[in-house]
Protein backbone atom coordinates (compact mmCIF):
# COMPACT_ATOMS: atom_id res chain seq x y z
CA UNK A 1 0.00 0.00 0.00
CA UNK A 2 1.51 3.27 -1.07
CA UNK A 3 2.38 5.74 2.27
CA UNK A 4 -0.01 8.06 2.22
CA UNK A 5 -2.97 5.73 2.16
CA UNK A 6 -1.22 4.57 5.10
CA UNK A 7 -0.74 7.64 6.46
CA UNK A 8 -4.66 8.34 6.05
CA UNK A 9 -5.31 4.99 7.61
CA UNK A 10 -2.96 5.49 10.53
CA UNK A 11 -5.15 9.08 11.49
CA UNK A 12 -8.72 7.12 11.38
CA UNK A 13 -7.21 4.62 13.78
CA UNK A 14 -5.91 8.12 15.60
CA UNK A 15 -2.19 6.42 15.39
CA UNK A 16 -0.33 9.38 16.20
CA UNK A 17 3.07 7.62 16.39
CA UNK A 18 2.39 5.69 13.33
CA UNK A 19 1.12 8.66 11.34
CA UNK A 20 4.49 11.05 12.45
CA UNK A 21 6.53 7.87 11.64
CA UNK A 22 5.23 7.74 7.52
CA UNK A 23 4.85 11.11 7.31
CA UNK A 24 8.83 11.40 7.82
CA UNK A 25 9.22 8.17 6.07
CA UNK A 26 7.23 10.14 2.84
CA UNK A 27 9.47 13.58 3.09
CA UNK A 28 12.43 11.28 3.05
CA UNK A 29 10.92 9.43 -0.04
CA UNK A 30 10.83 13.19 -1.63
CA UNK A 31 6.80 12.99 -1.48
CA UNK A 32 5.63 16.80 -2.00
CA UNK A 33 4.81 18.28 1.82
CA UNK A 34 1.62 19.56 -0.03
CA UNK A 35 0.57 16.06 -1.53
CA UNK A 36 0.97 14.10 2.05
CA UNK A 37 -1.38 17.03 3.46
CA UNK A 38 -3.86 16.50 0.91
CA UNK A 39 -3.88 12.70 0.31
CA UNK A 40 -3.17 11.32 3.06
CA UNK A 41 -4.00 13.84 6.10
CA UNK A 42 -7.25 15.50 5.10
CA UNK A 43 -7.89 12.25 3.28
CA UNK A 44 -7.87 10.56 6.48
CA UNK A 45 -9.72 13.12 8.25
CA UNK A 46 -12.72 13.33 5.87
CA UNK A 47 -13.45 10.03 6.39
CA UNK A 48 -12.91 10.59 10.42
CA UNK A 49 -15.76 13.88 9.76
CA UNK A 50 -18.17 11.43 7.58
CA UNK A 51 -18.13 8.47 9.85
CA UNK A 52 -18.56 10.80 13.25
CA UNK A 53 -21.46 12.12 11.45
CA UNK A 54 -23.02 9.13 10.45
CA UNK A 55 -22.64 8.07 14.24
CA UNK A 56 -20.09 5.29 13.26
CA UNK A 57 -17.43 6.80 15.55
CA UNK A 58 -17.92 9.55 18.47
CA UNK A 59 -15.59 11.48 19.91
CA UNK A 60 -12.58 9.70 21.85
CA UNK A 61 -12.17 8.79 18.21
CA UNK A 62 -12.41 12.29 16.50
CA UNK A 63 -9.99 13.21 19.59
CA UNK A 64 -7.18 10.82 18.97
CA UNK A 65 -7.74 11.27 15.15
CA UNK A 66 -7.21 14.94 15.27
CA UNK A 67 -4.29 14.38 17.41
CA UNK A 68 -3.12 11.97 14.87
CA UNK A 69 -3.40 14.91 12.11
CA UNK A 70 -1.66 17.43 14.11
CA UNK A 71 1.25 14.90 14.66
CA UNK A 72 1.39 14.73 10.75
CA UNK A 73 0.70 18.43 10.24
CA UNK A 74 3.46 19.88 12.95
CA UNK A 75 5.87 17.78 10.22
CA UNK A 76 4.28 19.31 7.07
CA UNK A 77 3.73 22.90 7.88
CA UNK A 78 7.33 24.41 7.93
CA UNK A 79 8.05 22.96 4.76
CA UNK A 80 5.08 24.40 3.31
CA UNK A 81 5.29 27.64 4.87
CA UNK A 82 7.06 29.40 1.65
CA UNK A 83 4.49 28.03 -0.72
CA UNK A 84 1.38 29.91 -1.96
CA UNK A 85 -1.30 27.52 -0.02
CA UNK A 86 -4.86 28.66 -1.41
CA UNK A 87 -6.97 29.08 1.87
CA UNK A 88 -10.61 27.84 1.35
CA UNK A 89 -11.90 30.43 3.58
CA UNK A 90 -10.81 32.35 6.78
CA UNK A 91 -13.28 31.93 9.73
CA UNK A 92 -13.31 33.66 13.57
CA UNK A 93 -14.47 31.11 16.11
CA UNK A 94 -15.35 31.14 19.77
CA UNK A 95 -17.44 30.50 22.24
CA UNK A 96 -19.88 33.12 23.12
CA UNK A 97 -19.11 35.69 26.31
CA UNK A 98 -20.42 33.59 29.69
CA UNK A 99 -19.91 30.05 28.08
CA UNK A 100 -16.71 28.46 29.17
CA UNK A 101 -17.61 25.10 26.63
CA UNK A 102 -14.87 24.85 24.39
CA UNK A 103 -14.94 21.17 23.31
CA UNK A 104 -17.38 21.16 21.02
CA UNK A 105 -16.04 24.92 19.69
CA UNK A 106 -12.69 23.42 19.24
CA UNK A 107 -13.85 19.99 17.57
CA UNK A 108 -15.12 22.49 14.93
CA UNK A 109 -12.47 24.38 14.36
CA UNK A 110 -9.98 20.79 14.01
CA UNK A 111 -12.42 20.20 10.97
CA UNK A 112 -12.26 22.81 9.56
CA UNK A 113 -8.79 23.28 9.85
CA UNK A 114 -8.44 20.00 8.04
CA UNK A 115 -10.88 21.42 5.42
CA UNK A 116 -8.47 24.09 4.41
CA UNK A 117 -10.23 26.55 6.27
CA UNK A 118 -8.06 29.64 8.33
CA UNK A 119 -9.36 29.64 11.24
CA UNK A 120 -8.87 32.18 14.26
CA UNK A 121 -9.63 30.87 16.80
CA UNK A 122 -10.43 33.53 19.87
CA UNK A 123 -11.22 30.65 22.59
CA UNK A 124 -14.16 30.88 24.96
CA UNK A 125 -15.89 33.52 26.90
CA UNK A 126 -15.48 36.22 23.88
CA UNK A 127 -17.42 39.21 23.89
CA UNK A 128 -19.28 40.31 20.49
CA UNK A 129 -17.25 43.30 20.30
CA UNK A 130 -14.22 41.09 19.95
CA UNK A 131 -15.83 39.03 17.69
CA UNK A 132 -16.76 41.61 15.31
CA UNK A 133 -13.51 43.70 15.67
CA UNK A 134 -11.36 40.37 14.65
CA UNK A 135 -13.18 39.29 11.86
CA UNK A 136 -13.09 42.80 10.56
CA UNK A 137 -9.26 43.35 11.01
CA UNK A 138 -8.41 39.93 9.50
CA UNK A 139 -10.87 40.12 6.90
CA UNK A 140 -12.46 36.69 7.07
CA UNK A 141 -14.97 35.08 5.31
CA UNK A 142 -17.08 34.70 8.54
CA UNK A 143 -17.95 34.84 11.97
CA UNK A 144 -18.60 30.65 13.76
CA UNK A 145 -20.15 31.09 16.93
CA UNK A 146 -20.54 27.85 19.95
CA UNK A 147 -23.02 28.45 22.64
CA UNK A 148 -24.27 25.27 25.27
CA UNK A 149 -25.87 27.13 28.08
CA UNK A 150 -29.06 28.57 27.01
CA UNK A 151 -28.43 31.69 29.40
CA UNK A 152 -25.46 32.60 26.58
CA UNK A 153 -27.15 31.82 23.47
CA UNK A 154 -28.63 35.00 23.23
CA UNK A 155 -24.69 36.82 22.90
CA UNK A 156 -24.99 35.34 19.45
CA UNK A 157 -28.06 38.27 18.41
CA UNK A 158 -25.89 40.97 19.87
CA UNK A 159 -22.95 39.56 17.67
CA UNK A 160 -25.34 39.83 14.96
CA UNK A 161 -26.62 43.56 15.72
CA UNK A 162 -23.27 44.40 15.77
CA UNK A 163 -22.33 43.52 12.45
CA UNK A 164 -25.85 45.28 11.20
CA UNK A 165 -24.86 48.48 13.25
CA UNK A 166 -21.18 48.64 11.76
CA UNK A 167 -23.10 47.73 8.08
CA UNK A 168 -20.42 44.03 7.97
CA UNK A 169 -23.87 42.12 7.84
CA UNK A 170 -23.74 39.98 4.44
CA UNK A 171 -19.58 40.66 4.04
CA UNK A 172 -19.13 38.61 7.27
CA UNK A 173 -21.55 35.80 7.35
CA UNK A 174 -22.65 33.67 10.44
CA UNK A 175 -22.94 30.10 11.39
CA UNK A 176 -24.15 29.11 14.93
CA UNK A 177 -24.17 25.87 16.64
CA UNK A 178 -23.84 24.15 20.10
CA UNK A 179 -26.68 22.49 22.13
CA UNK A 180 -28.80 24.74 22.97
CA UNK A 181 -28.91 26.05 19.28
CA UNK A 182 -31.45 25.13 16.49
CA UNK A 183 -32.11 25.70 13.19
CA UNK A 184 -35.44 27.62 14.47
CA UNK A 185 -33.38 29.60 16.91
CA UNK A 186 -30.64 30.92 14.22
CA UNK A 187 -33.70 32.08 11.72
CA UNK A 188 -35.02 34.28 14.61
CA UNK A 189 -31.49 35.83 15.53
CA UNK A 190 -30.80 36.28 11.74
CA UNK A 191 -27.31 33.85 11.86
CA UNK A 192 -26.86 33.09 7.83
CA UNK A 193 -26.33 29.19 8.82
CA UNK A 194 -26.66 26.83 11.50
CA UNK A 195 -25.08 23.36 11.94
CA UNK A 196 -26.05 21.03 14.47
CA UNK A 197 -22.24 19.24 14.57
CA UNK A 198 -18.93 19.89 13.37
CA UNK A 199 -18.98 17.26 10.08
CA UNK A 200 -22.24 19.52 9.12
CA UNK A 201 -20.27 22.55 10.23
CA UNK A 202 -17.64 21.94 7.72
CA UNK A 203 -20.07 21.63 5.24
CA UNK A 204 -22.22 24.65 5.19
CA UNK A 205 -19.16 26.39 5.63
CA UNK A 206 -17.57 25.38 2.21
CA UNK A 207 -20.72 25.41 0.80
CA UNK A 208 -21.27 29.31 1.92
CA UNK A 209 -17.87 30.63 1.23
CA UNK A 210 -18.15 28.84 -2.42
CA UNK A 211 -21.19 30.74 -2.86
CA UNK A 212 -23.39 28.08 -2.63
CA UNK A 213 -25.42 29.53 -0.49
CO1 LIG B 1 -21.55 22.15 31.38
N1 LIG B 1 -23.46 22.21 30.99
N2 LIG B 1 -21.79 23.59 32.72
N3 LIG B 1 -19.65 21.94 31.73
N4 LIG B 1 -21.61 20.64 30.30
C1 LIG B 1 -23.95 21.38 29.90
C2 LIG B 1 -23.93 22.15 28.58
C3 LIG B 1 -25.41 21.01 30.37
C4 LIG B 1 -26.39 20.67 29.23
C5 LIG B 1 -25.33 19.86 31.41
C6 LIG B 1 -26.69 19.48 31.98
O1 LIG B 1 -27.20 20.16 32.80
N5 LIG B 1 -27.26 18.41 31.49
C7 LIG B 1 -25.79 22.30 31.15
C8 LIG B 1 -26.49 23.40 30.36
C9 LIG B 1 -27.96 23.54 30.65
C10 LIG B 1 -28.56 24.61 29.84
O2 LIG B 1 -28.09 25.70 29.73
N6 LIG B 1 -29.65 24.26 29.22
C11 LIG B 1 -24.46 22.72 31.70
C12 LIG B 1 -24.28 23.56 32.83
C13 LIG B 1 -25.53 23.97 33.58
C14 LIG B 1 -23.01 24.01 33.26
C15 LIG B 1 -22.68 24.93 34.43
C16 LIG B 1 -23.62 26.13 34.63
C17 LIG B 1 -22.63 24.03 35.68
C18 LIG B 1 -22.41 24.78 36.98
O3 LIG B 1 -21.37 25.32 37.20
N7 LIG B 1 -23.47 24.79 37.76
C19 LIG B 1 -21.24 25.37 34.11
C20 LIG B 1 -21.22 26.64 33.27
C21 LIG B 1 -19.84 27.18 33.08
C22 LIG B 1 -19.86 28.26 32.04
O4 LIG B 1 -19.81 27.94 30.87
N8 LIG B 1 -19.96 29.49 32.43
C23 LIG B 1 -20.75 24.21 33.32
C24 LIG B 1 -19.41 23.81 33.26
C25 LIG B 1 -18.92 22.74 32.55
C26 LIG B 1 -17.48 22.25 32.61
C27 LIG B 1 -16.47 23.38 32.72
C28 LIG B 1 -17.33 21.34 33.79
C29 LIG B 1 -17.39 21.37 31.32
C30 LIG B 1 -16.88 22.14 30.09
C31 LIG B 1 -15.42 21.83 29.80
C32 LIG B 1 -15.00 22.42 28.49
O5 LIG B 1 -15.77 22.59 27.54
N9 LIG B 1 -13.73 22.75 28.42
C33 LIG B 1 -18.86 21.04 31.07
C34 LIG B 1 -19.29 19.98 30.23
C35 LIG B 1 -18.21 19.04 29.72
C36 LIG B 1 -20.65 19.81 29.89
C37 LIG B 1 -21.31 18.64 29.12
C38 LIG B 1 -21.34 17.45 30.06
C39 LIG B 1 -20.65 18.21 27.83
C40 LIG B 1 -20.43 19.32 26.80
C41 LIG B 1 -19.51 18.81 25.71
O6 LIG B 1 -18.34 19.13 25.68
N10 LIG B 1 -20.05 17.97 24.80
C42 LIG B 1 -22.75 19.24 28.80
C43 LIG B 1 -23.83 18.18 28.75
C44 LIG B 1 -24.04 17.68 27.33
O7 LIG B 1 -23.93 18.42 26.36
N11 LIG B 1 -24.40 16.45 27.25
C45 LIG B 1 -22.85 20.36 29.75
C46 LIG B 1 -19.26 17.34 23.74
C47 LIG B 1 -19.18 18.30 22.54
C48 LIG B 1 -18.42 17.63 21.40
O8 LIG B 1 -20.46 18.57 22.10
O9 LIG B 1 -20.28 20.98 22.75
O10 LIG B 1 -22.49 19.99 21.95
P1 LIG B 1 -21.02 20.03 21.91
O11 LIG B 1 -20.58 20.39 20.41
C49 LIG B 1 -21.11 19.73 19.28
C50 LIG B 1 -22.35 20.40 18.69
O12 LIG B 1 -23.11 21.10 19.63
C51 LIG B 1 -21.82 21.24 17.59
O13 LIG B 1 -20.72 20.49 17.11
C52 LIG B 1 -20.05 19.88 18.21
C53 LIG B 1 -19.41 18.59 17.76
O14 LIG B 1 -20.23 17.83 16.96
N12 LIG B 1 -21.34 22.59 17.81
C54 LIG B 1 -21.25 23.47 16.76
C55 LIG B 1 -20.84 23.19 18.90
N13 LIG B 1 -20.43 24.43 18.62
C56 LIG B 1 -20.66 24.63 17.31
C57 LIG B 1 -20.42 25.73 16.49
C58 LIG B 1 -20.76 25.63 15.14
C59 LIG B 1 -21.37 24.48 14.63
C60 LIG B 1 -21.60 23.39 15.43
O15 LIG B 1 -20.57 26.63 14.26
C61 LIG B 1 -19.70 27.67 14.60
Request: proline share 4%; glycine share 10%; charged share 25%.
Amino acid sequence: MEVLAKISEALQRGDEKTVSTLTKQALDSQVPPREILDNGLVAGMDVVGRQFAEHAIFLPEVLMAARAMYAGLDLVKPLMEGEDIPSAGKIVLGTVQGDLHDIGKNLVGIMLRGAGMEVVDLGKDVPAERFVETAASEDADLIGMSALLTTTAPVMQEVIDLLRERNLQGKIRTIIGGAPVTDRFAEKIGADAYAFDAARAVEVVKQMVSGDQ
